[in-house]
């Protein structure tokens, strides 16, 4: 009873993930008019922080100690640096020239690279269908590219929602290093301060661009809900799962932002993008399907758990 009332609460915490980070692209995609890569990355992790030391402070957490920040420094830097520093940065830069759809369609590609990393870095192993699958959202990528080269996004919009979601990727696998030691509000509360400390030199764009109330209104948003509410349930639910098979869940995330995109934007990728987004969500799905032997093993776990 206690296993599947785990996986109950990590399904659901997943589920409540995708719906805030699928808003994220719009919200992003919103403020991105008003405010400017850094400035925007930095509103969201200050008001992140804030709200994560309420959580903390609500719950009864404390500080990590130096003992167990010695212990896990260097994937705690990594992940914040990362995930919290680079991925934001990143794709608020790209959703610049990228639409809301397209853009999460391309960080949906993070499945397939924490599945690559997490088999190597944290020996969790290789789906038989990693390969092809990386073939098959590889080329689900070049028809993305050429279909928003001749539409609303460019080149170097494609090339920065890439490059977050390899930063988004490395940083979910550090994470799961931390989380052996620190709980998932210490995580993410720590990853919040060094993305912060690390946008700290857009501090003056930032205050120069605020203003519009409903810009700033975006940035507490996306600093309430898909950092600081979206990244604690998210590391809830991978202390419940391993890193590969909770970044499936992200599958969707992009239909989901297309379909808010349209709604609160008025706007969607060109008809091609749809062929590409499939393709590369195809590629992924296979990536991370898993194989007779791992569900005879995972079988075999959950017999023996019960009895």
Not at 53 to 66: H, K, T
Not at 197 to 223: K, M, N, S
Not at 255 to 273: D, K, N
Request: charged share 10%; hydrophobic share 55%.
């Amino acid at each position: 009873m206690s296993v599947e009332t785990r996986d109950y609460a990590a399904l659901g915490a997943a589920g409540i993930t995708v719906l805030l980070w699928a808003s994220a692209f719009v919200g992003i995609r919103s403020a991105g008019r008003t405010f400017s890569p850094g400035a925007l990355s930095l509103g969201r992790l200050a008001v992140a922080v804030a709200a994560l030391a309420i959580v903390g402070v609500a719950r009864g957490e404390r500080l990590p100690s130096r003992a167990a920040l010695r212990e896990v420094g260097l994937p705690l830097l990594a992940c914040g640096l990362l995930w919290f520093g680079a991925y934001n940065v990143a794709l608020n830069a790209g959703e610049r020239r990228v639409d809301a759809g397209t853009s999460a369609m391309l960080v949906a590609l993070g499945p397939i690279l924490i599945a690559i990393l997490a088999g190597f870095l944290l020996h969790e192993g290789f789906p038989r269908g990693l390969f092809a699958g990386c073939a098959i959202a590889l080329a689900g990528v070049v028809v993305i590219g050429v279909a928003s080269s001749a539409h609303t996004a460019t080149t170097t919009g494609v090339l920065l929602c890439l490059a977050a979601a390899f930063a988004y990727a490395g940083g979910v696998v550090a994470q799961k290093v931390v989380l052996r030691v620190l709980t998932p509000v210490q995580t993410m509360f720590c990853c919040a301060v060094i993305g912060a400390v690390v946008c700290l030199p857009f501090a003056g764009q930032l205050f120069r661009e605020l203003g519009p109330a409903h810009a700033d209104a975006w940035i507490v948003y996306l600093g309430v809900g898909p950092t600081a509410l979206g990244f604690a349930l998210w590391g809830f639910a991978l202390t419940r799962s391993t890193a590969g098979q909770l970044a499936a869940t992200t599958y969707l995330v992009p239909p989901i932002s297309v379909l808010l995109g349209w709604l609160w934007l008025g706007e969607s990728p060109a008809g091609l993008t749809y062929l590409g987004g499939a393709l590369a969500l195809a590629g992924v799905a296979l990536s991370r399907r898993p194989s007779a032997a791992g569900r005879l093993r995972r079988a075999a776990a959950g017999t023996d758990s019960r009895s």
